[in-house]
């Protein structure tokens, strides 16, 4: 193969979860072209990646909200027009959805791999592909479903880390000096987004977990946000004693070189969890709609809490019937005796 389209638009954790089969890749056909087709909300990740050639940026929601502009139009033939060049020998659709299958159609490879219809979010988008994979029952987690399509092409299996996520000096610069203003040396991050609603943990938990971290461990804690999360972090301010929290607001490639500098990372199944994890930083998470045996952090050392409820793992984004028992129930003495055993693991592997 002298050139690989993949194609995963979505989330950053969805990224997170697809470099390992672009690192088995470019190990199985080291001299391969590899490009990536990504929504732009989420290719600040793929800037920070090595194994590939080009990252084509697409803004599928702005397109649809601009439908009866020229500029949309002119920006999606432009895409496909840079795809079509490309003449690619191979695509991998590991989103699963007729819109990235049908990127994939117009792209106007002869070979178009995607997963069987019991894998796919829209099973009828399987029409497009040349070939369907179906992965073996036994694998588990996303990270090896995904190898399941490069290896249906001939490439070697290789589930180790799929290669250190590189920063820009001036990305490292901007937490040295943020660490050294508040005099940190040894810090424990706490991210209390999540992109659902169903994912978030309260924020008053964070406020009470945070105090009990800092009273019982004595370690400091960073908090992290994302856009729109101010007041998320304002509630947390409040339940947390009246103690002023440390609040690193950053970009992408900010928030690796940070958390490459943590002790821990405790948040849920969020973007910044999976970049933590690509980072090797151990984790704890909390989970709640989402399976942690498909979703949670590949290292065995890391610990996922989670409360197994009838009706999950459900992945749903609302949840009015339950009112989310699967987060409410998760009590901020059980993760905190997470991040107290998840600590013990790693100073024992030191």
Not at 103 to 127: A, D, H, Q
Not at 154 to 161: D, E, H, W
Not at 172 to 178: E, F, G, I, P, S
Request: contains cysteine; aromatic residues 12%; proline residues 5%.
């Amino acid at each position: 193969m002298n050139r690989i389209l993949i194609i995963k638009l979505g989330s950053i954790g969805d990224v997170v979860h697809t470099l390992s089969s672009v690192a088995t890749l470019r190990q199985s056909f080291p001299k391969a072209e590899i490009d990536w087709l990504v929504e732009k909300k989420s290719s600040a990740v793929l800037k920070c990646y090595p194994y590939l050639n080009q990252v084509i940026e697409i803004d599928t929601q702005k397109w649809r909200r601009s439908l009866w502009y020229w500029k949309s139009y002119k920006e999606f033939w432009s895409c496909l027009t840079k795809l079509r060049d490309r003449k690619y020998d191979v695509a991998f659709d590991f989103q699963g959805l007729w819109k990235s299958a049908f990127f994939g159609f117009l792209s106007g490879t002869r070979n178009l791999v995607g997963f069987n219809k019991n894998y796919l979010k829209e099973p009828s988008c399987r029409i497009f592909y040349t070939n369907k994979v179906l992965p073996e029952k036994k694998l588990l987690h996303i990270i090896e479903i995904n190898e399941e399509l490069v290896r249906s092409q001939g490439a070697t299996i290789s589930l180790s880390k799929p290669v250190e996520l590189k920063v820009l000096e001036k990305e490292k610069v901007y937490v040295d000096k943020l660490l050294e203003q508040y005099q940190l040396k040894d810090f424990i991050i706490l991210n209390p987004g999540g992109g659902w609603t169903t994912k978030k943990w309260e924020a008053k938990n964070y406020g009470l977990l945070h105090s009990k971290i800092k009273n019982l461990i004595g370690i400091p804690t960073v908090f992290t946000w994302g856009p729109g999360e101010e007041k998320l972090i304002q509630e947390v301010q409040s339940a947390s004693n009246g103690e002023p929290l440390l609040c690193f607001p950053t970009t992408i490639p900010q928030f690796i070189a940070l958390v490459k500098r943590s002790r821990l990372f405790i948040g849920g199944d969020t973007g910044p969890l999976h970049l933590a994890a690509a980072c090797e930083t151990p984790i704890v998470g909390i989970y709640g709609p989402t399976d942690p045996f498909r979703n949670g952090p590949f290292n065995p050392s890391d610990i996922s809490v989670f409360q197994s409820v009838p009706c999950g793992p459900c992945y749903k984004r609302t949840c009015d019937k339950y009112q989310s028992q699967c987060m409410t129930l998760i009590t901020v003495d059980e993760v905190f005796e997470a991040v107290v055993k998840r600590l013990k693991i790693e100073q024992q592997n030191t």
